[in-house]
Every structure is written in C-alpha cells, then in structure tokens.
Nanobody, 111 residues
Framework: QVQLVESGGGLVQPGGSLRLSCAAS?????MGWYRQAPGKERELVAS???????NYADSVKGRFAISRDNAKNTVFLHMNSLKPEDTAVYYC????????WGQGTQVTVSS
C-alpha cells in the first residue's frame, strides 16, 4: 500500500504562512489535503490531479495553494494569511481518500 508522510506543520501567528509537504511512496492520480479540527469532522481542503487541475474549499480559496511534483510523488500545501480557524491536524491522501491515513501534521494558528 502507498505510504503517506506529512510534514511542515507548526505554530504560526495569525496572518502568517506555512508550507506543508506530503511524500507518497507511489503515484496517485488525484491527491488531496484534508484537515481535522478538534471536535469536528475531517474535511477536504484542496485537491490536485496529476495534470494539476485543482479544487479548493471555499474557506481557503485565495489563501491556500496546492501544488505537486509528479516526479517525486510529493504534494505541497502553501498556506497564507492563516487564521485561528485554520488550526487543525492536516493530512494528505488520495481524493477520494484511501481507507487509511498518515500521522498528519499539526498546524496551530495563534498569537
């Protein structure tokens, strides 16, 4: 099975930026970044196909950008103008998701 390893999270002040990375052990046609905040369901934040067609949740449009390096099976999430409500554990997965998840990476937006 394809392994998924997320990295790049951390603590950032409101208005700040972070870049998340996801390394997959194999090629996946459509990749997505998901997040789960405490007490909430996991949601799809952004997705990108192998041909770089992208989709975004309304809550992050204009602030987040997803990209990928097909040669390295890596997907990135560039997050700008971060808000406290972006605080969550962020996961990458196929879109639609596989039946397992990586460990995720914590993003905390707080002053």
């Amino acid at each position: 099975q394809v392994q998924l390893v997320e990295s790049g999270g951390g603590l950032v002040q409101p208005g700040g930026s972070l870049r998340l990375s996801c390394a997959a052990s194999g090629s996946i046609f459509s990749m997505g970044w998901y997040r789960q905040a405490p007490g909430k369901e996991r949601e799809l934040v952004a997705s990108i196909t192998r041909y770089r067609r992208t989709n975004y949740a309304d809550s992050v449009k204009g602030r987040f950008a997803i990209s990928r390096d097909n040669a390295k099976n890596t997907v990135f999430l560039h997050m700008n103008s971060l808000k406290p409500e972006d605080t969550a554990v962020y996961y990458c997965n196929s879109e639609p998701p596989l039946d397992y998840w990586g460990q995720g990476t914590q993003v905390t937006v707080s002053s």
